[in-house]
């Protein structure tokens, strides 16, 4: 097992991986920019470096200074939580050059899964069932252009190398084409450096199903259920639940095997995600694979009872799965609303400032991920996520019921968040019945989506 392990991350992941390895006996080191200096992170971590100013680009995004931090600790692995390097190929290749164990998947892995067009490609092959679209990708808008005529209106723009929502539009006819992927292919050059783009039919009315999985270095994989991640604005998650209520026993039978059946089809390593879209038939579809921990993984971790992060870390220092499929039961419901400093009056615009003062929830079932304390001063540099208020219930009434509580007890002062709007969403009655889509915001409050 690893003696220390840097944390090539921030906020409230990263101090969800010091606990873990504290709890597993291992040293940590926090990397932190001048603006996180006095982050929770910093302080929790049994030491700290700076790598660099504020903008990432300079110090979280910087591999150069993180992989000589890692060295100068004399840290064996790196974590890299999501968003920032935890996919980028070439920052896990360069782990392994530097012989530094990377806590994910290998550098081949995330080249062929992380970049979502090789990833529908490779599905395909593999008899995944994918959204009918393009195989190849595209990388003009008139070639573009003649494959959406092919593919038949509407349908969804997607930057190859996109995530969190960037580089993706809906076009529902020739009219609008052009200036929505000319559009959306910015996106993607600005936020990943990459102009591919692919195209795939818009499926309507979808639910946003993924599964979590994990696997070994020798081939075992198991999946530890689903997520319904179905509420979401301009395509990034508000609110995760799990189990979801849209899936039979026999759907999540099948739809498991599926997401398994694509990780042994790469010969995947460590956590990952397989995301589906479920249309109104229950038909299911391959949309993408995330090659990391996800923001929502605390719901599986309650219904599941296995701690993913400590997972990753005994599959990345060479054990076996310390479980198999038959050894994973769903027990319960769980809940996990995103709590960000933003206005969504105001175009969900987001709010940094120093938070006078915060009240955090407690009781049996309710857990809180963040990296928040009063007086701190949340930075405009980065997301805006503040924590992760996450409930546990017998089942999904219970859950919610739990939700509302914890939602009315969290009191966080001086800056805007987005508090009041999940309430609002929990106590909503289409919510309440588990009819929903990934048009559900936009359909219930539309006075937040102008």
Known sequence: MF????IANRGEIAVRIIRACREMGIKTVAVYSEADRDSLHTLLADEAICIGPAPSTQSYLNMERILAATVAMKAEAIHPGFGFLSENARFAELCQKCNITFIGPSADIINRMGNKS????????????????????????????????????????????????????VSYGEEDFMA??????MESIKGFSDDTMYLERYVERPRHIEFQIMADKYGNVVHLGERDCSIQRRHQKVLEESPSVAISDELRREMGETAVRAAKAVGYENAGTIEFLLDKNRNFYFMEMNTRIQVEHPVTE????????KEQIRVAAGEHLSVTQDDIQIKGHAIECRINAENPAKNFMPCPGRITNVHIPGGNGVRVDTHIYNDYKVPANYDSMLMKLIVHGKDREEAIAKMRSALG?????????NLDFQFEILSNEVYESGDIDTDFIPKQFPQYCR
């Open 3 to 6: 003696e220390k392990i840097l």
């Open 118 to 169: 090789e990833a529908r490609k490779t599905m395909m092959d593999a008899g995944v069932p994918v959204v009918p679209g393009g195989k190849e990708p595209v990388h003009t808008a008139e070639e573009a252009l003649e494959l959406a005529k092919t593919i038949g209106f509407p349908v969804m723009i997607k930057a190859s190398s996109g995530g969190g929502g960037k580089g993706m539009r």
């Open 409 to 417: 007890e969290l009191i966080i002062e001086g800056i805007d968040t």
């Open 302 to 309: 309650l219904v599941s009872g296995l701690d993913l992060i």
């Open 180 to 185: 929505n992927f000319q559009n959306a292919q």
